[in-house]
């Protein structure tokens, strides 16, 4: 089936088409070009939720509920679990996913596993993509769940409406996350298993921390939201407050804004992504040609300059 | 005074004008350019030691006797050492440097502390301008002190001939270094604080972690320095070992292959930066620009197809 074909087919929900597009982006560079140019009219209606902290913290069991309370109101939701592939972590993951299938079978969730495939972020580069295709089909959320490790704070931005940032009451659980940058861009903060000792001193490290927040572009104060995910216990409140956030953006002109720079980002990493692919696609460019020695004792970037003189004359 | 007077001053082991140089370096991407040209011819006699592992693992105990040694010896040494600008690590390397500084007064020692700014590798981008210019000062050796964390560990074999991996026998010590893939970069391995308990355990990982690594391409095996490096123990061993190790590649053709590979890296990245600051500095280029809108529905691949049109038109 061609790419247009598969088009038509997600017009009319067919969800092997989506999963079958999702494929062909995940795959391959060239067609998801290809698909995204032909989708993303359709795009903009779906609320993308961002959903990250450090592992064990319940983002998993979260992430399963809140989508069941959408279900039962009436919503469709689209999940893109992004999986880290570290070996350490894959089993607990596997169970995450196991356990996420109980609501995968139901017509309106569909859940799309990704791996991060060494990409230094917790989120794939193709992300974005995915969470586009979802939204063209007409999920009227997209939850995008991921590892917030490293640097990662910077990925799920890049991809959400909302982000959501959950922690437990672990000792050292909150230094990792203001180590990992995610005390920076939460705007609901979640403190998961909060029946455990050191709830209130979570609660109170991540208020102390909001404080020192630069807050000159945003009047929204980010709420903090007690739960027992496995308990079903807050995950309404967490509803409540994506739906209080998603006003406030709305209301003060801050989801275009949000919107438009995702954008740019977005197409600033496209444009560099195709101009080196380009680049060294031109064997005569290729800087790790053997004429390229150390013998030689030519500066490296004279080579580089006289590579870059080539690259352009192609022009 | 301009480049050409400084270069020239190098050449008769003027130290300021060298000092003068690196920060010429550090501070300005074009006049890197022009100083890398003027002095590359220079250099290749200089003998590039890479010195990372753990915060704590007493990396700068290690630089400052070795270069002791070494003085004593009748060589001369260039020292980088290269700081996390991390807020939480900042006081303990301030030590380190204030201990250097010792070693630093004497004549056939130059040391400069280079900060990594954000990079994500525990490495400037410029070291290897920096080491070349201690190269072509004429410095016997050249070593390059970091911390090993997170990706860094690319960065040291980029710029090293042979890279010592240090760890202390802590729990954990071991994993943290085999996580952060310093178990692959390795020449020799250094357990220090081997007066403490656990130091046999420490050595045995490290065997335990060799036998696993991809050898196909190398006969060289890492030998394991037991040290205690304030008491100035097993330092003369390390030396021994990198003068075997620098035998070795000698010998097998290894030093030209891992110089040549070097530079077809550094070349690609420089190409690279380059390229991309070209791009962007042409504000028509600009992806962050106002009619570039979410709004109007256009694909983020079409703008970014749109941008390289414009930008190859130039040429």
New interface residues.
């Given amino acids: 089936m061609n790419i247009d074909s598969l088009v038509a087919s997600i017009k009319n929900k067919n969800r092997r088409a989506l999963a079958r597009l999702i494929t062909l982006v995940e795959n391959d560079d060239v067609e998801?070009?290809k698909v995204?140019?032909k989708i993303?009219?359709l795009?903009?209606k779906g609320y993308r939720v961002g959903i990250t902290g450090p592992p064990g913290a319940g983002k998993s069991t979260i992430t399963n509920t809140l989508a069941k309370i959408l279900l039962q109101a009436g919503k469709t939701v689209g999940i893109i679990a992004v999986d880290p592939t570290s070996p350490f972590t894959g089993g607990a993951l596997l169970g995450d996913r196991v356990r996420m299938s109980e609501i995968g079978a139901s017509e309106g969730i569909f859940i799309r596993s990704m791996a991060t495939r060494g990409s230094?972020g917790g989120l794939n580069k193709k992300t974005n993509d995915v969470a586009d295709l979802l939204d063209a089909f007409g999920y009227d959320f997209i939850i995008i769940e991921t590892v917030g490790v490293?640097?990662s704070e910077l990925d799920i931005v890049k991809t959400s409406d909302t982000v959501l940032v959950v922690i437990v009451p672990e000792s050292g659980d909150t230094i990792q996350a203001m180590k990992a940058g995610l005390m920076e861009i939460g705007d609901i903060f979640v403190v998961n298993k909060s029946d455990r000792p050191g709830a209130e001193n979570a609660v109170n490290a991540i208020k102390n921390m909001l404080m020192l927040r630069d807050n000159s572009s945003n009047t929204w104060t980010p709420p903090i939201v007690k739960t027992i995910a496995h308990e079903n216990k807050g995950i309404d409140e967490i509803l409540k407050e994506i739906e209080s956030h998603r006003k406030y953006i709305s209301d003060n002109n801050i989801y275009?804004i949000r919107?438009?720079r995702?954008?740019?980002l977005?197409?600033?990493e496209?444009?560099?992504a195709?101009?080196?692919t380009e680049?060294?696609a031109n064997k005569i460019n290729d800087?790790?040609d053997d004429s390229?020695?150390?013998?030689n004792?030519?500066?490296?970037?004279?080579?580089?300059?006289a590579?870059?003189d080539h690259?352009?004359?192609q022009?």
């Fill in positions: 998801t070009e995204l140019n993303y009219h795009i903009g230094l490293g640097q275009n919107k438009n995702q954008l740019h977005r197409v600033k496209i444009v560099e195709k101009l080196i680049l060294w800087a790790t390229v020695s150390f013998e004792g030519t500066s490296p970037y004279k080579i580089a300059n590579i870059i690259f352009k004359a022009f």
